[in-house]
């Protein structure tokens, strides 16, 4: 199994960009897709965007798409989310997460392991 910690969360005005970062350990890291999810106070978690294993393949999101960007170093064992162009309801707890397997997936029931959310606030 993979352990997973995100980073780069914070309090931005809207417009603004923010990078996060999921460190994950294990061996597996490298074999699996990657995503990243978001919940928003008393919803469900949202699919965001997902990675393959090689970073080859992306998928996005409609809302978030042509604004946020996926990526992943696999030296680094680290999965990335660059969010440009931030709104107000951007604004929820986003959480990176392990697939089951290579390819990507953006059903949460197909990720296997999650970090512990990192707070991301969008102001006006």
């Known amino acids: 199994q993979v352990q997973l910690v995100e980073s780069g969360g914070g309090l931005v005005q809207a417009g603004d960009s923010l990078r996060l970062s999921c460190a994950a350990s294990?061996?597996?890291?490298?074999?699996?897709?990657m995503g990243w999810f978001r919940q928003f106070p008393g919803k469900e978690r949202e699919f965001v965007a997902t990675?393959?294993?090689?970073?080859?393949?992306?998928y996005y999101a409609d809302s978030v798409k042509g604004r946020f960007t996926i990526s992943r170093d696999n030296a680094k064992n680290t999965v990335y989310l660059q969010m440009n162009s931030l709104k107000i309801e951007d604004t929820a707890v986003y959480y990176c997460a392990a697939g089951d397997g290579p390819s990507y997936r953006t059903n949460s029931r197909a990720f296997g392991s999650w970090g512990q959310g990192t707070q991301v606030t969008v102001s006006s």
């Open positions: 990675i393959s294993w090689s970073g080859g393949n992306t």
């Open positions: 294990g061996r597996t890291f490298s074999r699996v897709a």
